[in-house]
Nanobody, 128 residues
Framework: QEALVESGGGLVHSGGSLRLSCEGS????????IGWFRQAPGKEREGVSC????????YYADSVKGRFFVSRDNAKNTVFLQMNTLKPEDTAVYFC?????????????????????WGQGTQVTVSS
């Protein structure tokens, strides 16, 4: 069964760090872009970061650039999002997603609606 499963969320103080994981199963994980998104209560979903298959090209939204770092371990079918210097405004449910119908879809400088296969999300709460 195909799935993306996020883990690693939790409660952290402002300035702290967390590492999220997104593990894929049931498909050839190496071949697919993985995007990280977040949604805070009452706000629209926001694209945070992505990493391409192959060369692992990456992109970061301005709001997290220099603080968040994405990496992938294809041997473990896992993409990580290292989140440093967390702020209360980073509080959200974090999701990973891929473009399931399009292998080798590139990590772009924006997050198109083609992302169509999602994990269940993991809550990140940053206290001030």
């Amino acid at each position: 069964q195909e799935a993306l499963v996020e883990s690693g969320g939790g409660l952290v103080h402002s300035g702290g760090s967390l590492r999220l994981s997104c593990e894929g199963s049931g498909f050839i994980f190496d071949n697919y872009v993985i995007g990280w998104f977040r949604q805070a209560p009452g706000k629209e979903r926001e694209g945070v970061s992505c990493t391409s298959s192959g060369n692992g090209n990456t992109y970061y939204a301005d709001s997290v650039k220099g603080r968040f770092f994405v990496s992938r371990d294809n041997a473990k079918n896992t993409v990580f999002l290292q989140m440093n210097t967390l702020k209360p405004e980073d509080t959200a449910v974090y999701f990973c997603a891929t473009v399931r119908g399009h292998p080798y879809f590139h990590c772009l400088g924006y997050f198109p609606p083609e992302y169509d296969f999602w994990g269940q999300g993991t809550q990140v709460t940053v206290s001030s």
